[in-house]
Nanobody, 122 residues
Framework: QVQLVESGGGSVLAGGSLRLSCAAS????????IQWFRQAPGKEREGVGAIYTGDGSTYYAELAKGRFTISQDTAKKTVYLQMNSLKPEDTAMYYCAAAPEECGTDLDYRYWGQGTQVTVSS
């Protein structure tokens, strides 16, 4: 089992940066796909990008390419989402979720954090 806690959200001006953290606890950090999702009010949840904790491979949605970077610190069991050049449309609640398998489609994200709010103003 994996417990996830996000942090690092806040309010920034457009063009600014934030780094979100997803701290994992439990015995099974390795061999998980940890995905960042976001959900804005009135919109569907969307994937931002993911990392496979087993080897650090990363995957990005189109919305994230060129601006967002996912990384991990295996010693701290923490996954990071570095967000640069933020836009007002990036405003959302950001969640991390874990699936006990390699990254791919239609994964069973059975473990979720509580979310951290990101607000970008123009």
């Amino acid at each position: 089992q994996v417990q996830l806690v996000e942090s690092g959200g806040g309010s920034v001006l457009a063009g600014g940066s934030l780094r979100l953290s997803c701290a994992a606890s439990g015995d099974t950090y390795n061999s998980n796909c940890i995905q960042w999702f976001r959900q804005a009010p009135g919109k569907e949840r969307e994937g931002v990008g993911a990392i496979y904790t087993g080897d650090g491979s990363t995957y990005y949605a189109e919305l994230a390419k060129g601006r967002f970077t996912i990384s991990q610190d295996t010693a701290k069991k923490t996954v990071y989402l570095q967000m640069n050049s933020l836009k007002p449309e990036d405003t959302a609640m950001y969640y991390c979720a874990a699936a006990p398998e390699e990254c791919g489609t239609d994964l069973d994200y059975r473990y979720w954090g509580q979310g951290t709010q990101v607000t970008v103003s123009s």
